[in-house]
C-alpha cells in the first residue's frame, strides 16, 4: 500500500471526508481501471452514511469479480458494514472460481481465520486443498476445519450437516498413512473417526502408532477401547497407566473398575488391585469406594475410611458429599467434642471441624441455626491463634465457618443486615487479607448496597485482571454509579478486550500455520466467545450510559459506533451473545449449594438486545429504521425473559424511553398527545419514590438523570415541540437536585454493630460504608 | 478424584477458584497462547468431580504450565515449570507435587528429552522449597532481583524480598551430573543472566 493509499484510508477513518475525497478522486482519475480505488470509494460512502449509494456501487463491483486481494478486502469490509456477510463471502467465493490462484484463496483463508468464521474456514480450506491435491499439510487443515465446523457450538449447524463434514474431513485423509505420523495430525485424524463413531479403526492406529501417544491421544484410547466394550485391552492399558506409569488419574482408575468387572474379575481382586497402588493415594482410596459402588457392595465402610483418613484435609466434605452416604452424623459429632475438649490447637483439627460443620448443616434435619452460628463462632475463636502462626498466603480455614454464618444470615435482607454482615467480613480480612472467597462475598455486599467505590477497591484488591474481566466483571459493573473514577475503571476493563481481539487474531493463525490442531477447536471458540460476550456487551452499554451522563462526548461517540455495527442484528433481533459469567466461585464455600443469596438482576442477551436497540434509536434518525428498532425495542421490553434481567424500577424507565421514542422516532401522529400525558404524568419525584426505594432508589435517579440527557439530545433533533413535556421533564430535574432521598439510607446503619467485632472496628466499618454512599450518590451527577 | 487433562484456552473462563489465590499469578492471553502454541503437551489441568444437590460437575483443581528451552550443546537444553498452582481446597494432597511429576515424565523422555527440570521461587517460600526439595530438587543459583520492578546490575547486592532461587531436578538424559550442583546457594546471577 502506497503512503497516499494509507493516508485516503487514515482520512477516512478520522472523519476528515473532504480530504479523503479529494485524494481519492485524483487516484480514480489517473487509474479509473484500479477496483481497490472503487472499493475505498464504497468505504467512504459507508463511513459518510451513504447506504444505499454505497450499497449500490458495491454490488457493482461485486458483479465485475474484482480479483486484487486489497480491493477483495476493502469489499469485504463495505459488505461488512452494510450489515451483508452473505454478500462479504459471496465477493471471495466468486473471485476463487474465476482466478482460482493459491494465493488468492489463502487470502480467503486468512481473512476467515481473522474474523472467526469457522464456516468460511471450511470453504476456503477446501477450495485451496482441491487447488493442490495431494498436499498433505492443506489436507490436514481442510479436514480439521471439517472437524471444527462439525464440533462448533456456535456454527448453528444441523446434525445432518455436521455428520456429513465429519465424514467428509476423514475423506479427505483416508489415503494417507498414520503410523508414522506427528501427534496433531493423528489428533485430527482420530477425532474425525470418534465423530464417526468409528472407535475399532481408532484402536487399530493407536495400538500401531510408532511415536509416544501424548495426553490427547491417551485418553482418545482408552476412550475406543471402552466404547468397542474391549474390556481386557482396557484392563490392561489402564492398570499399566496407574501401576507402571504412574499416571494417577481418577477417569483411568474408573476404566480399570469397569474393566476390571466386565472381565468377570471378583469384587476382593479389584480391590486387592486397588489396595496394591503405591502411594495410596486420595484417588487409590476414591477409586476403593468407586468399586464398591460399581460391584454394587456397601460403600459405607469404605466412606469412613476415608473420612479417617481424609477429614483434616479440605476436599473431604466435596468427596464424600458425591457418593451421599448414609449420614453418620454421630462419629462427626464425637470427633468434634473430641478435638473441642482437646487443648490441641493446630490445623488439621480446625479443619475437620470445618468438614464436620459442612456434614452437620447438611445432614442434621433438625438444625438448630442460632446454636450453629455460635458453635461456627467459638471454633473461629479457638483456633485464633493458627492466625498468627500461619503463612502469609495461606488461607485461615475457621473463615469458611463465618462465611457460612453470613449466609444464613442473608436471609434477612436489609440494609443493616446486610452492613453487619460487611463488618463481620471486613473484621475477617482485617485479621487474614488474603482470603479471597471472604473478600469476594465482601464485594458483592458492597455493590449491593451502592458502595462502589469500596466494591472497586475489593475488586482491584483481588487482583482481577486480564482474561478474568470476562468472567468476573459482572460483579461491579452492572452495580456501578457513574462517576469519573468509575468510567475510568470500565475504560481499564474494556481494554482487555481490545488487546486480546489482536493477542487472538495472530494466535488463531499463528496455530494453522504450526498445526497445533488440538489447540484450535478451543482457540476459535474462545475468540468468538469473548468475541460475543454478554459481560462485553454489558460493559460497552453501561460505558455508553456512563459517557452520556457524565458528558464525556469523545468517549460517548466511540462506544456508540460500536453498537452501530451491530445495527442489522439488532434490528432483526438476531444478535449472537454468550454468557461466559462466573456465578459459582462467589459461592463456592460451606456445603453447597448456598441458597440464601442476595436478589440481583441478572442481564441476559435480551437485555443486550432492549439495550442496542436503545442506544441506536438514540442515534437513528431515519424514521424506516427507527420504525423497525422501536418494534425490536418493544418486543425485547416484552419479551418473557426479560423480566428477570431489569430491577423493577427500570421496567419504569424503558417504559418511559419507549413513549419517549415513539414520540421523537416516529413521524407525528394522533398518538403524541397521549404519548406527552404519559410522560408527564410519570416525570415526578412522587412517581420514583413509588417504583424505587433502598439501593434502587438511587440507580433509579441516575436512570431518570440519563432519561433527560437523552430527551436533551433527541427533542433537539427532531421537529417536535411539547411545552408541557420539556416542563416537566424541567421540573422533575430541579425536584431530584433539591430531594434529599438517598439520605435516608445513609440513617438506616447508624449504630449498626455485629456479635463478635469489636465495637470500634464496627463503627470505623460504618463511617467507610456511609462516605462511599456520598461519594456514589446521584448528586454527584448534577 | 483427580484426573489429568489437556488445559485448553477456554479453560481461562474458569480457573478463578485457581487464579483469584494470592499467590497465582494471571498475565495476559497472549502469554496462555503461546505456551499452547509451542509447548501444546506441557500445559495441563487437574480436574475434580463434585456432585451438590444432584448436579454434577468438573472443576478445574489446578494446572501446570511448562516448557522446554535452551541449547543441548550449552547443557542447557532443559523443562522449565512457568506456573503450578492449585485451587486451595486441593492442597496437602500432592497434587502440585504429581502435577510436577507429570511434566517431568512427559519431558525425560521423546520427544523433549531435556537434561533437567527448572523452575524459579521465591528465597521467602521456604514452604514451596520444602515442597520441591522432597521432589529432588536442589538449588543451582539465586537469581538477584528476579520479582524485582528494575533490572539489578549488581550480583552481589542480594534481598531476599525480590530475589529468587532457581531450583533444579536432575533428569537421566544428563548422565554425568553436569546440570546440578551441591552449593547452589552461593552462587549469584543476575536476571539476564537466566534467559535462555
Known amino acids: 500500500m502506497s503512503e497516499t493509499d494509507a493516508s485516503i484510508l487514515s482520512a477516512i477513518d478520522q472523519g476528515q471526508f473532504s480530504l479523503a475525497q479529494s485524494l481519492l478522486s485524483r487516484k480514480l482519475k489517473k487509474f479509473p481501471n484500479k477496483s481497490y480505488y472503487w472499493a475505498v470509494n464504497c468505504y467512504l460512502l459507508v463511513s459518510l452514511g451513504k447506504h444505499e449509494e454505497a450499497l449500490s456501487q458495491s454490488n457493482a463491483l461485486k458483479e465485475k469479480v474484482p480479483s486484487d486481494p486489497h480491493a477483495l478486502e476493502m469489499l469485504y469490509k463495505v459488505f461488512e458494514l452494510l450489515g451483508r456477510p452473505k454478500d462479504a463471502n459471496m465477493i471471495y467465493e466468486n473471485a476463487v472460481k474465476k482466478y482460482p490462484s493459491a494465493d488468492l484463496i489463502e487470502c480467503w483463508f486468512q481473512l476467515a481465520v481473522s474474523k472467526f468464521d469457522i464456516k468460511t474456514m471450511q470453504k476456503a480450506a477446501m477450495a485451496l486443498q482441491k487447488h493442490k491435491k495431494g498436499d498433505r499439510k492443506l ?23 455436521a455428520t456429513l463434514y465429519s465424514n467428509l474431513g476423514e475423506k479427505l485423509l483416508e489415503l494417507f498413512d498414520f ?36 495426553l490427547d491421544l491417551q485418553l482418545l484410547y482408552l476412550d475406543a477401547l471402552d466404547k468397542l466394550e474391549k474390556w481386557e485391552e482396557l484392563y490392561l492399558l489402564a492398570k499399566k497407566l496407574l501401576f507402571e506409569v504412574q499416571f494417577n488419574d481418577f477417569d483411568t482408575w474408573k476404566y480399570l473398575i469397569r474393566a476390571s468387572k466386565n ?3 471378583d469384587y476382593v481382586e479389584c480391590q486387592d488391585l486397588i489396595s496394591l497402588h503405591r502411594p495410596s493415594t486420595r484417588n487409590s482410596q476414591l477409586a476403593a469406594i468407586e468399586a464398591a459402588k460399581l460391584y454394587e457392595k456397601p460403600v459405607d465402610a469404605l466412606i469412613l475410611n476415608y473420612y479417617k483418613n ?13 457418593y451421599q452416604p448414609t449420614p453418620f452424623i454421630d462419629k462427626i459429632k464425637e470427633t468434634t467434642s473430641e478435638i473441642l475438649a482437646s487443648s490441641k490447637v493446630n490445623t488439621a483439627s480446625l479443619i475437620t471441624l470445618v468438614n464436620n460443620q459442612k456434614f452437620i448443616q447438611t445432614w442434621d434435619d433438625k438444625l438448630d441455626k442460632l446454636a450453629f452460628i455460635a458453635a461456627n463462632w467459638a471454633i473461629y475463636h479457638k483456633f485464633q491463634p493458627l492466625l498468627a502462626e500461619k503463612v502469609e498466603t495461606d488461607a485461615y480455614s475457621a473463615n469458611e465457618l463465618i462465611l457460612m454464618n453470613v449466609v444464613l444470615s442473608l436471609e434477612d435482607k436489609s440494609a443493616s443486615n446486610i452492613v453487619k454482615n460487611i463488618i463481620t467480613l471486613e473484621h475477617l480480612l482485617d485479621k487474614d487479607p488474603q482470603d479471597f472467597k471472604v473478600r469476594l462475598l465482601l464485594l458483592h455486599l458492597y455493590a449491593s448496597i451502592n458502595c462502589d467505590s469500596l466494591a472497586v477497591h475489593n475488586y482491584n484488591k483481588l487482583r482481577i485482571k486480564m482474561f478474568q474481566h470476562e468472567s468476573l466483571s459482572h460483579l461491579i459493573v452492572d452495580s456501578m454509579t457513574p462517576t469519573k473514577a468509575n468510567l475510568q475503571e470500565l475504560i481499564n476493563i474494556y481494554r482487555f478486550y481490545l488487546s486480546a481481539d489482536g493477542e487472538l487474531n495472530e494466535s488463531v493463525s499463528l496455530a494453522f500455520e504450526k498445526e497445533v ?15 460475543n460476550s454478554l459481560s462485553r456487551y454489558v460493559l460497552l452499554l453501561q460505558l455508553i450510559k456512563f459517557c452520556r451522563i457524565l458528558n ?16 442489522l442484528e439488532v434490528s432483526e433481533g438476531s444478535l449472537d451473545v454468550l454468557d461466559n459469567r462466573d456465578y459459582t466461585t462467589l459461592w463456592s464455600f460451606g456445603s453447597q449449594p448456598n441458597t440464601s443469596k442476595l436478589p440481583t438482576v441478572k442481564r441476559g442477551k435480551e437485555y443486550v438486545q432492549l439495550m442496542c436497540a436503545k442506544e441506536l434509536l438514540i442515534l437513528e434518525n431515519d424514521f424506516t429504521k427507527t420504525t423497525k428498532l422501536i418494534k425490536q425495542f418493544n418486543k425485547a421490553l416484552n419479551s418473557e425473559k426479560i423480566h428477570d434481567q431489569l430491577a423493577q424500577h427500570e421496567q419504569w424507565t424503558f417504559k418511559l424511553l419507549l413513549n419517549l421514542f415513539k414520540l421523537f422516532k416516529q413521524p407525528p401522529s394522533k398518538e403524541s398527545e397521549a404519548l406527552v400525558n404519559f410522560l408527564v404524568k410519570n416525570l415526578k419525584l412522587e412517581k420514583i419514590k413509588l417504583v424505587a426505594s433502598g439501593a434502587g432508589l438511587n440507580r433509579c435517579l441516575f436512570e431518570v438523570l440519563e432519561f433527560i440527557k437523552i430527551y436533551e439530545q433527541i427533542s433537539r433533533r427532531n421537529g417536535f415541540k411539547s411545552e408541557i413535556l420539556l416542563k416537566a421533564v424541567a421540573n422533575v430535574a430541579q425536584e431530584i437536585k433539591n430531594s434529599k432521598l438517598t439520605d435516608l439510607t445513609l440513617s438506616e446503619i447508624d449504630n449498626v454493630s455485629a456479635d463478635d467485632v469489636p465495637r470500634e472496628s464496627a463503627t470505623e466499618v460504618v463511617e467507610m460504608i456511609k462516605k462511599s454512599l456520598k461519594e456514589s450518590s446521584y448528586k454527584k451527577c448534577i | 478424584m483427580t484426573s489429568i487433562k489437556p488445559f485448553q484456552i477456554e479453560d481461562l473462563l474458569d480457573v478463578n477458584p485457581v487464579n483469584l489465590d494470592p499467590l497465582t499469578e494471571s498475565y495476559n492471553v497472549q502469554f496462555y497462547l503461546e505456551y499452547l502454541i509451542q509447548w501444546p503437551t506441557l500445559f495441563f489441568k487437574s480436574t475434580e468431580i463434585s456432585d451438590f444437590a444432584n448436579v454434577e460437575k468438573r472443576e478445574i483443581s489446578g494446572y501446570m504450565m511448562g516448557k522446554a528451552e535452551g541449547q543441548l550443546a550449552k547443557k542447557e537444553w532443559h523443562t522449565h515449570i512457568t506456573a503450578v498452582s492449585v485451587n486451595s481446597y486441593y492442597r496437602r494432597l500432592g497434587l502440585a507435587s504429581h502435577l510436577c511429576s507429570e511434566l517431568e515424565r512427559l519431558t525425560k523422555g521423546p520427544p523433549y528429552e531435556t537434561l533437567f527440570v527448572d ?64 552449593d547452589g546457594k552461593n552462587h549469584n546471577v543476575l536476571p539476564q543472566d537466566v534467559t535462555f
Open chain 1, 139 to 161: 489436507a490436514m487443515r481442510a479436514a480439521f476445519c471439517c472437524l471444527n465446523l462439525a464440533l462448533s457450538k456456535v456454527c448453528k449447524i444441523t446434525e445432518k450437516e
Open chain 1, 263 to 265: 472381565t468377570s474379575r
Open chain 1, 179 to 214: 503410523v508414522s505420523g506427528s501427534t496433531q495430525e493423528v489428533y485430527v485424524y482420530c477425532k474425525l473417526l470418534k465423530n464417526n463413531e468409528k472407535y475399532q479403526e481408532i484402536a487399530l492406529l493407536l495400538s500401531s502408532y510408532e511415536g509416544t501417544l501424548d
Open chain 1, 517 to 531: 490442531y488440538n489447540k484450535l477447536e478451543s482457540f476459535t471458540l474462545f475468540s468468538i466467545k469473548l468475541k
Open chain 1, 310 to 322: 481424609f477429614s483434616s484435609k479440605l476436599c473431604c466434605y466435596t468427596d464424600i458429599s458425591y
Open chain 1, 552 to 567: 464525556d462526548h469523545q468517549y460517548l461517540n466511540y462506544f456508540s459506533r460500536i453498537v452501530q455495527e451491530h445495527e
Open chain 2, 119 to 182: 523452575l524459579f521461587v521465591k528465597v521467602t517460600n521456604t514452604l514451596a522449597q520444602q515442597l520441591y526439595e522432597k521432589l529432588g530438587y536442589s538449588v543451582y543459583r539465586r537469581v538477584v532481583g528476579y520479582y524485582g520492578r528494575t533490572l539489578p546490575t549488581d550480583s552481589s547486592k542480594i534481598d531476599d524480598k525480590i530475589d529468587a532461587f532457581d531450583m533444579r531436578k536432575l533428569l537421566p538424559r544428563d548422565v554425568n551430573r553436569e546440570t546440578v550442583r551441591a
